[in-house]
């Protein structure tokens, strides 16, 4: 089913990047939300839906879905190791009770692999310029955001293009 509206998630331990898009008029509305926000945010959305009866999908980033394995570097401590751990697994449960407060609000979910990096950022995240490039984006973002807009826009399936330099 396409979907008239499609709102990607990256969560994260603090805020969490969220990309509000229009299909069709590819229009986007970019934030960061804490956790709390993020659930009031959905209560918007549903109300929304409600009065426009335009269809809604939630995409979240699921990094729980990649098995990796993770080695030390030479030199790492393994203190360093357990709170890199630690941080991983608190980001993971945050995405995870995402998902459960959208679809307990009556929200359709889909749980998606993070994205290929294949960008020019720094260990191959998107930048701010490619975006923009991208989907005619302005103003400041940061990288939970940025993610956000690029997970709803693959989603919807709208082309990438870039200008080559």
Not at 67 to 72: A, E, V, Y
Not at 78 to 85: D, M
Request: include cysteine.
């Amino acid at each position: 089913m396409k979907y008239q509206n499609v709102i990607g998630i990256d969560p994260d331990i603090d805020k969490s990047g969220v990309a509000h898009l229009n299909v069709k008029n590819r229009t986007l509305e970019v934030s960061t939300l804490s956790f709390a926000r993020l659930v009031d945010y959905f209560d918007y959305v549903v109300e929304r839906q409600k009065a426009t009866g335009q269809s809604v999908i939630v995409v979240v980033e699921a990094s729980w879905m990649v098995k990796s394995n993770w080695h030390l570097k030479f030199g790492s401590r393994k203190e360093y190791a357990a709170a890199t751990g630690y941080k991983v697994g608190q980001n993971h449960q945050t995405g995870k009770l995402i998902c459960e407060m959208a679809r307990a609000k009556g929200l359709e979910v889909l749980e998606h692999a993070p994205l290929r990096k294949c960008w020019k950022g720094k260990d191959g995240k998107i930048t701010a310029d490619e975006l923009q490039q991208i989907t005619g984006l302005i103003g400041r973002t940061n990288q939970e955001s940025r993610d956000a807009v690029l997970l709803a826009w693959c989603y919807a399936n709208l082309p990438i293009r870039l200008k080559c330099v």
